[in-house]
């Protein structure tokens, strides 16, 4: 089957979905939902078709006219102008129509588990973990999503050992997937007297939000622990065992969740972090043969590659995937530039897909 053969058959589908749609369903409505679905995915795609194939029609009929030898000179130039803009405009259509065709990634539309964690660096670490998690933060305000913290361990002089938030919203692990890696900060901490540049890490994980038919997780498979939540400093958050911690026996994935006073509340928490990580595993074991074969992939997921430094001397921010220098460090911390970075990964990503699907 041909490229033409193939755009044929998804017109083809979504002339049977409309007929489907308009037709009896006896009042199945998970059927009209699952039609609807399809129809709404496949809409832009054959839209997009049709008006490659209409401007492939005009380039056509243009060329027709150029070379009829009974039209006069003026209608001759005239449509070898408009045929020149015409196949000026084709490129750009062909792109949108391929950047359509791309296999889709399944978790884009969901919301995210965003885990910051203090690497190498001790304090100046934990420091810029926190910067790290508040910029995340201010990033899901601007862009109108829910930043709901789960789990803060800080340490007490403003860093965070560990932060655990759910941020909710339209396509937020489409725009975040690309920020799990070590990010390394380079700046001279308050504390050093000498001016000297310390280099310290923090990592960042993005999951997407698992839900229950996503992952199937039996209950003989999950060791429960509940036991006194601790504070900073060992004091008690509170005086009943509360915290809770799952162990999911098969994988060996441990979560921990003493926030909420309510054990009730700690353990819902935990088992969506769970779900979560899980969910993250199988698709990173699903993607690894595919991963292999990509020409100049954005990232690899691994948790402990170097992917972006932030150096506050200079004022620049690095992303060493791509190769992009920002001289915006100040307006990426704030979450104003982060969407800049966030864009050039995306492109690269979709140019390294287009690449191996014109391959194809």
Same mark, same amino acid.
């Given at each position: 089957?041909?490229?033409?053969?193939?755009?044929?058959?998804?017109?083809?589908?979504?002339?049977?979905?409309?007929?489907?749609? !308009?037709?009896?369903?006896?009042?199945?409505?998970?059927?009209?939902?699952?039609?609807?679905?399809?129809?709404?995915?496949?809409?832009?795609?054959?839209?997009?078709?049709?008006?490659?194939?209409?401007?492939?029609?005009?380039?056509?009929?243009?060329?027709?006219?150029?070379?009829?030898?009974?039209?006069?000179?003026?209608?001759? !130039?005239?449509?070898?102008?408009?045929?020149?803009?015409?196949? /000026?405009?084709?490129?750009?259509?062909?792109?949108?129509?391929?950047?359509?065709?791309?296999?889709?990634?399944?978790?884009?539309?969901?919301? *995210?588990?965003?885990?910051?964690? *203090?690497?190498?660096?001790?304090?100046?670490?934990?420091?810029?973990?926190? /910067?790290?998690?508040?910029?995340?933060?201010?990033?899901?305000?601007?862009?109108?999503?829910?930043?709901?913290?789960?789990?803060?361990?800080?340490?007490?002089?403003?860093?965070?050992?560990?932060?655990?938030?759910?941020?909710?919203?339209?396509?937020?692990?489409?725009?975040?997937?690309?920020?799990?890696?070590?990010?390394?900060?380079?700046?001279?901490?308050?504390?050093?007297?000498?001016?000297?540049?310390?280099?310290?890490? *923090?990592?960042? *994980?993005?999951?997407?939000?698992?839900?229950?038919?996503?992952?199937?997780?039996?209950?003989?498979?999950?060791?429960?622990?509940?036991?006194?939540?601790?504070?900073?400093?060992?004091?008690?958050?509170?005086?009943?065992? !509360?915290?809770?911690?799952?162990?999911?026996?098969?994988?060996?994935?441990?979560?921990?969740?003493?926030?909420?006073?309510?054990?009730?509340?700690?353990?819902?928490?935990?088992?969506?972090?769970?779900?979560?990580?899980?969910?993250?595993a199988q698709r990173a074991a699903v993607d690894a043969d595919r991963a292999q074969?990509?020409?100049?992939?954005?990232?690899?997921?691994?948790?402990?590659?170097?992917?972006?430094?932030?150096?506050?001397?200079?004022?620049?921010?690095?992303?060493?995937?791509?190769?992009?220098?920002?001289?915006?460090?100040?307006?990426?911390?704030?979450?104003?530039?982060?969407?800049?970075?966030?864009?050039?990964?995306?492109?690269?990503?979709?140019? !390294?897909?287009?690449?191996e699907f014109s391959e194809k």
């Amino acid at each position: 089957m041909n490229f033409d053969d193939k755009l044929d058959v998804l017109v083809a589908r979504r002339d049977e979905l409309t007929q489907l749609m !308009s037709g009896e369903h006896g009042g199945d409505a998970d059927e009209f939902v699952s039609l609807s679905k399809e129809y709404a995915e496949l809409t832009p795609v054959v839209e997009c078709i049709e008006d490659l194939r209409a401007l492939q029609n005009e380039i056509a009929d243009l060329g027709g006219m150029v070379a009829d030898p009974e039209s006069d000179s003026e209608m001759r !130039s005239l449509a070898e102008e408009e045929m020149r803009e015409a196949r /000026d405009r084709l490129p750009e259509i062909e792109k949108r129509l391929q950047l359509l065709l791309l296999p889709k990634d399944s978790a884009d539309e969901k919301n *995210a588990i965003l885990e910051v964690r *203090a690497g190498t660096g001790g304090d100046e670490a934990a420091l810029f973990a926190a /910067d790290l998690f508040r910029m995340y933060q201010r990033y899901a305000e601007r862009r109108g999503w829910r930043f709901e913290t789960m789990q803060l361990s800080d340490t007490g002089i403003g860093g965070l050992k560990e932060a655990i938030a759910e941020i909710t919203g339209k396509g937020v692990f489409a725009r975040l997937k690309f920020e799990s890696g070590v990010h390394r900060v380079q700046r001279i901490p308050e504390t050093e007297s000498g001016g000297r540049i310390h280099t310290s890490a *923090a990592t960042v *994980a993005v999951l997407p939000e698992a839900e229950e038919v996503d992952v199937v997780i039996e209950d003989k498979d999950l060791r429960i622990d509940t036991y006194r939540s601790q504070g900073a400093g060992g004091q008690h958050v509170n005086t009943t065992d !509360s915290a809770v911690r799952i162990t999911h026996l098969p994988t060996g994935v441990v979560v921990t969740q003493q926030d909420e006073k309510s054990q009730h509340k700690n353990r819902a928490r935990a088992m969506k972090v769970l779900r979560s990580r899980i969910y993250d595993a199988q698709r990173a074991a699903v993607d690894a043969d595919r991963a292999q074969t990509r020409k100049g992939q954005v990232g690899s997921g691994d948790r402990s590659e170097r992917i972006r430094t932030y150096n506050f001397p200079q004022g620049r921010v690095t992303d060493h995937r791509i190769g992009l220098t920002m001289h915006k460090l100040d307006r990426v911390m704030e979450g104003e530039a982060l969407d800049e970075l966030v864009d050039a990964l995306t492109s690269e990503d979709q140019a !390294s897909q287009l690449a191996e699907f014109s391959e194809k």
